[in-house]
């Protein structure tokens, strides 16, 4: 009897956890939702030819970029990962804004600009900032409050109106 009812309790609480994890996280009211485009995570690594021979092993595959001048794009299946080497700091999370995983360009996005002043707007203060007098490709960095740098890295034009 005892097994059972802790039986009946883990799935109860295991359908709790489940349910949670799955719900939408609560907005501030009024808050649209960013969209910051395809995201990537950027490693900061030491030799970019061991780097590539490891994730290589697992399954990634290079999508692009020049191992001459020290960075590269990687994909599997499902994820992309970014090698640079000398290029940051440390391992960042990435962005890019008007790009679908492909690299190809999406016609409706948020301009890194609109993200940068939305940002601002809700009290996140920029590391680096695009210039607001620019229209097309600019960056802009964050720091989450656990020190992780976070890249918006637009490489397009600004989305079509």
């Given at each position: 009897?005892?097994?059972?009812?802790?039986?009946?309790l883990?799935?109860?609480?295991?359908?709790?956890?489940t349910?949670?994890?799955?719900?939408?996280?609560?907005?501030?009211?009024?808050?649209?939702?960013?969209?910051?485009?395809?995201?990537?995570?950027?490693?900061?690594?030491?030799?970019?030819?061991?780097?590539?021979?490891?994730y290589e092993?697992?399954g990634?595959?290079?999508?692009?970029g020049?191992?001459?001048?020290?960075?590269?794009?990687?994909?599997?299946?499902?994820?992309t990962?970014?090698?640079f080497?000398?290029?940051?700091?440390?391992?960042?999370?990435t962005?890019?804004?008007?790009?679908?995983?492909?690299?190809?360009?999406?016609?409706?996005?948020?301009?890194v600009r609109?993200?940068?002043?939305?940002?601002?707007?809700?009290?996140?203060?920029?590391?680096?900032?695009?210039?607001?007098?620019?229209?097309?490709?600019?960056?802009m960095?964050?720091?989450?409050?656990?020190?992780?740098?976070?890249?918006?890295?637009?490489?397009?034009?600004g989305?079509?109106?």
């Amino acid at each position: 009897m005892t097994r059972s009812i802790v039986g009946v309790l883990a799935v109860y609480l295991a359908g709790l956890v489940t349910a949670r994890m799955i719900d939408p996280p609560a907005k501030a009211a009024g808050e649209a939702p960013l969209r910051l485009g395809n995201f990537s995570v950027s490693l900061a690594v030491k030799d970019i030819g061991a780097s590539r021979a490891f994730y290589e092993k697992l399954g990634f595959r290079v999508f692009m970029g020049e191992q001459a001048k020290n960075w590269l794009i990687l994909q599997n299946d499902s994820s992309t990962i970014g090698l640079f080497q000398g290029m940051f700091p440390k391992n960042t999370l990435t962005f890019n804004p008007g790009w679908d995983r492909k690299a190809g360009t999406v016609p409706d996005f948020d301009d890194v600009r609109v993200i940068q002043r939305a940002l601002k707007g809700r009290g996140v203060s920029p590391m680096s900032e695009a210039d607001e007098s620019t229209s097309g490709p600019a960056s802009m960095m964050v720091m989450d409050p656990d020190g992780n740098p976070i890249l918006i890295d637009q490489h397009v034009p600004g989305p079509k109106k």
